[in-house]
């Protein structure tokens, strides 16, 4: 099944990026290439791009008046269907635009994004978080908004979701949507902890990193399952859990969830928290980076700070650099190893580097290891098969009466044998 919107003929895009303050040419273009990979995810093709240097935020156009102005000309020269902003516009400043935009749809990054969610939610959870996410960031543009929707076909940032958002709609009934799609979360949310306390014995591992960073098929690489695997931004939503057994003693399981990008919309950040727990629930972080990225620096950037938003930057972290096979440049090899001294190098798509991954994860999993002693009678067969699984059985000695076992293994484990079997001994 294909998750990319099918069309005979692609958007026309026209991408702007604003040089402003601490934004220096060189990083406003970096952010213009990512856009434009966002835009061609969302099925459209980029035409053109143009930058623009102002001292201050105009609160009409953004940009100055007279450029805004030339770009809307531009636009019309070159057929464009689209003009995206890789900043957030005021419900103003787009209303302004469309003023004089006639035909052209005006997007800022935020509005991209969330079209992308919108094309890429699966899931009854995904598709709720999103179409909550999205009339969120509806609701403070509605006024006066509606007029320049009714000349718009479809297509990017129009296309309608599950519940999809008429025309038509007011405040009030946007609202009442939004009170029942955050119960809807709730109670999916509450699915959720059930599913999470039967596995609360597990060591549980979450892949977490840059969107298209390799995170999905290096589950599937180190799980050996099925999992959908896109050369795309977003090209998964939903959190997939898979099991991976290293040995007899070592089993985990393995989550990944949706990839971070700069400038996430903070609506979508608070309307996938029940996805995100997840990663706040796991025992481990690997963090997945690519290595080959020039902006590798910039993506631990704002993951670090995506993680402390959600409060996961508590929990111990691996960072693993992807794609090393792709990286020409030894020195960047080398600039990294200095920068992440204790970080591995591996190729998820060729398996490079798995062997220190692997042994790294076991010895994180043996820092939380403990130890126990237990007994268990004969008649409770089901019991001693039991304890003897996702452990390490450093002892077992049979009697008359039962078996007694000393075995080693994770906290949780170990905490969750005790209680089924309900009989320890020092």
Known sequence: MTLMRKSD?????????????????????????????????????????????????????????????????????????????????????????????????????????????????????????????????????????WTHLERQMGGIGTRAGAGETQIEVDRRLIRTRIAKLKKELTKIEKEREVQAKRRKSEFKVALVGYTNAGKSTLLKALSGSDVYIADQLFATLDTTIRSVEIDSSHSFLMSDTIGFIRKLPHHLVASFQSTLRETIKADLLILVLDGSSPSVFEHYQVINKLLKDIDADRIPVLIAFNKVDKIDNEYQIELLRNKFQHSLFISAQNCLGFEGLINKIKEIMEECFTTANLFIPYNEGKKISAVQNGVEVLNKTPDEKGVYFTIKGSRNRIEHLQKMVDTSID
Do not use: M, W
Request: glycine letters at 2%; charged letters at 30%; proline letters at 2%.
């Open 9 to 145: 003929k692609k958007e026309r895009a026209l991408l702007v990026g604003v040089i402003y303050r601490n934004n220096t040419k060189d990083i406003v273009f970096e952010h213009l290439e990512e856009l434009s990979l966002l835009a061609d995810t969302a099925g459209a093709e980029t035409i053109e791009t143009i930058t623009q240097k102002i001292q201050r935020i105009n609160p009409a156009f953004y940009i100055g008046k007279g450029k805004a102005e030339q770009i809307v000309r531009q636009a019309k020269e070159l057929k464009i269907d689209v003009i995206i902003f890789d900043d957030d516009l005021s419900p103003t400043q787009i209303k302004n635009y469309q003023k004089i935009c006639e035909e052209i749809k005006v997007l800022d990054r935020s509005a991209l994004i969330l079209d992308i969610f919108r094309n890429h939610a699966v899931t009854k959870e995904s598709q709720t978080q999103v179409e909550l996410a999205h009339l969120q960031y509806l609701l403070p543009r509605l006024t006066r908004l």
